[in-house]
């Protein structure tokens, strides 16, 4: 059993002041710590042995909080580091789209289009964290584990566990601290849970 965890809210998540994050690397907020918590608790019931993280603060210090009912230690892993946004790191929208028009456009109408100046394209993405999982799914038979990442990662995963082509990207959301259940049946992997927010209601 896979469990895909987004982390916490950050400074740069909130809705009035978000910015394209990518590598740079915040730490939570007071809610994101909270809502680390809270999935926490939704995580105890599951028989997790590993959990893995983006290298990136605000994904670690997840992690770390969901190790609290383990005895576990967290394990960083380069493949679930956030999508490289090159030249838009921490641009707000308004900037961005100031900048850089026609790509701004191109990015929400066909994202798997594009690759970001100086950054990655979603293809890229996919490419590493398809490779992260199987590396994980031969080293982890008939176990549970949890990965901690991004937005754009987390959404690109599940498209990929699918097979679905990246230009359905914007056809997945992903909430900070959503839980996304991914069962593993062999070679066979069934996507059972997506952007499920229920425990950050507690």
């Not at 105890?44 to 994904?59: Q, T």
């Not at 850089?100 to 490419?127: A, C, I, M």
């Not at 994980?136 to 990965?147: A, D, K, S, Y």
Request: net charge neutral; proline share 3%.
């Amino acid at each position: 059993m896979i469990l895909l965890i987004r982390h916490g809210q950050t400074r740069w998540n909130e809705q009035a002041g978000e910015k394209f994050r990518g590598r740079a690397d915040i730490d939570l907020d007071d809610v994101g710590i909270r809502q680390a918590e809270l999935t926490a608790k939704r995580v105890a019931s599951w028989p997790v042995k590993a959990i893995y993280s983006s290298p990136l603060k605000r994904a670690l210090r997840t992690a770390e909080i969901l190790t609290s009912p383990f005895k576990l230690k967290v394990k960083p892993l380069e493949g679930l580091i956030d999508l490289d946004f090159g030249q838009w790191q921490g641009l707000s929208h308004e900037e961005a789209v100031s900048l850089y028009p026609e790509l701004y456009q191109r990015w929400f109408q066909n994202p798997h289009e594009v690759t970001f100046p100086q950054g990655e394209s979603l293809d890229k993405v996919r490419e590493r964290v398809m490779e992260a999982l199987r590396g994980l799914l031969f080293q982890h038979e008939e176990e549970t584990i949890v990965l901690v990442s991004h937005k754009m990662v987390c959404k690109v995963l599940i498209l990929g566990i699918l097979g679905i082509d990246n230009s359905h990207f914007w056809q997945i959301e992903q909430y900070t601290c959503a839980v996304n259940l991914v069962e593993v049946r062999g070679e066979r992997l069934r996507v059972m849970l997506i952007n499920d927010t229920c425990h950050l209601k507690a």
